[in-house]
């Protein structure tokens, strides 16, 4: 579905992303792990067409859609669950999610999406009516995510989903997004917390310094010591 090819991405003269490269296939779930600054938000962002591309290419469903802007990718099916989620708190919870349905191939979905994501999350349901700003961390990424749900999406970006939140929420919401995930949607999960990461994938991509150093099934990245003692505390001996 998605393949990343020789991707460059440079704030000003300061390089961010230097030829990177993956690929994520048609109903996979694929996780970058990485630390802090490696440029898992930049990739994420640049894929969605939010950040300007320096060289490379973006190929979907076998388009070149390097040249796409934002309201191009998500024509195409794409949508973001960006870090922070960035709800607009004045707005109702309802409110918000319908925002993710304003294009019309979604809008005449509008009532069996919106029973979907109230489905997945019980709780937004029943606070469908409060504000969004009065939410707790854990509910507005669950706004978050349903938002994205609302533009019936083929592939989710998903930047950051356990950030700030308690463990028991960021159970709720890894199993939300595999849930998502067995109903057909590709995902491509950015995310800081390896285990849990790497858990839900089905392969993954460890990004160092804007590149890519390793890559594989969860089983064969674990199974290298390096790796390990970097994201897990664990020599692996």
């Known amino acids: 579905m998605l393949r990343v090819e020789q991707l460059r991405v440079a704030y000003?003269?300061?390089?961010?992303?230097?030829?990177?490269?993956?690929?994520?296939?048609?109903?996979?779930?694929?996780?970058?792990?990485?630390?802090?600054?490696?440029?898992?938000?930049?990739?994420?962002?640049?894929?969605?067409?939010?950040?300007?591309?320096?060289?490379?290419?973006?190929l979907l469903q076998g388009e070149d859609v390097t040249s796409c802007d934002?309201?191009?990718?998500?024509?195409?099916?794409?949508?973001?669950?960006?870090?922070?989620?960035?709800?607009?708190?004045?707005?109702?919870?309802?409110e918000n999610l319908e925002l993710g349905?304003?294009?019309?191939?979604?809008?005449?979905?509008?009532?069996a999406e919106l029973e979907r994501v109230y489905r997945l999350f019980p709780v937004l349901k029943e606070r469908r009516r409060q504000r969004a700003a009065t939410l707790s961390g854990g509910q507005q990424q669950m706004v978050a995510i349903g938002r994205a749900l609302m533009a019936r999406p083929r592939l989710l970006l998903v930047d950051e989903p356990s950030l700030g939140l308690a463990p028991s929420i960021v159970a709720q919401v890894f199993d939300a997004l595999g849930a998502i995930h067995a109903g057909g949607v590709s995902v491509l999960l950015i995310e800081q917390n390896v285990v849990r990461a790497l858990a839900?994938?089905?392969?993954?991509?460890?990004?160092?310094?804007g590149r890519v150093v390793a890559s594989g099934r969860p089983g064969e990245l674990l199974a290298?010591?390096?790796?390990?003692?970097?994201?897990?505390?664990?020599?692996?001996?």
């Open 101 to 111: 349905c304003y294009r019309q191939a979604a809008r005449r979905h509008r009532a």
């Open 12 to 58: 000003g003269d300061a390089p961010a992303l230097d030829d990177v490269a993956l690929e994520l296939g048609d109903g996979e779930l694929v996780a970058v792990v990485g630390p802090n600054g490696a440029g898992k938000t930049t990739l994420v962002n640049a894929i969605a067409r939010l950040l300007p591309i320096r060289g490379g290419r973006l």
């Open 70 to 94: 934002a309201q191009g990718m998500c024509a195409r099916g794409v949508a973001i669950i960006p870090e922070g989620r960035r709800l607009f708190g004045g707005l109702t919870v309802e």
């Open 224 to 237: 290298q010591p390096a790796l390990r003692a970097a994201y897990l505390g664990d020599a692996g001996a």
């Open 200 to 209: 839900l994938a089905q392969r993954a991509y460890v990004l160092e310094g």
